[in-house]
């Protein structure tokens, strides 16, 4: 199993390919602030995910974080709930 993070456009092509049902998880981040995480399981045994966080209270203080730290908390958390889950 292989954990893949798509942006919108691929999400919803390879959604469409493997027909697939889409779940949602919220993960809260580093800085405290939950989001929700798409997710669906690939015909192939791979999860893919995408992830777009966004909080109307909080939305400055998640543009203020780095894009690349944000997703590797992320990641690590989408892995290890793939791991526990599948």
Do not use: W
């Amino acid at each position: 199993m292989t954990i893949i993070h798509l942006e919108p456009q691929e999400f919803t092509e390879k959604l469409f390919i493997y027909r697939a049902i889409v779940y949602a998880r919220p993960f809260v981040l580093e800085n405290h602030i939950a989001g929700m995480v798409y997710l669906f399981d690939g015909s192939d045994g791979d999860v893919y995910y995408l992830d777009r966080i966004y909080n109307a209270y909080r939305q400055e203080e998640i543009d203020r974080m780095d894009p690349q730290r944000r997703h590797a908390d992320l990641y690590r958390k989408v892995a290890l709930d793939a791991c526990l889950t599948h």
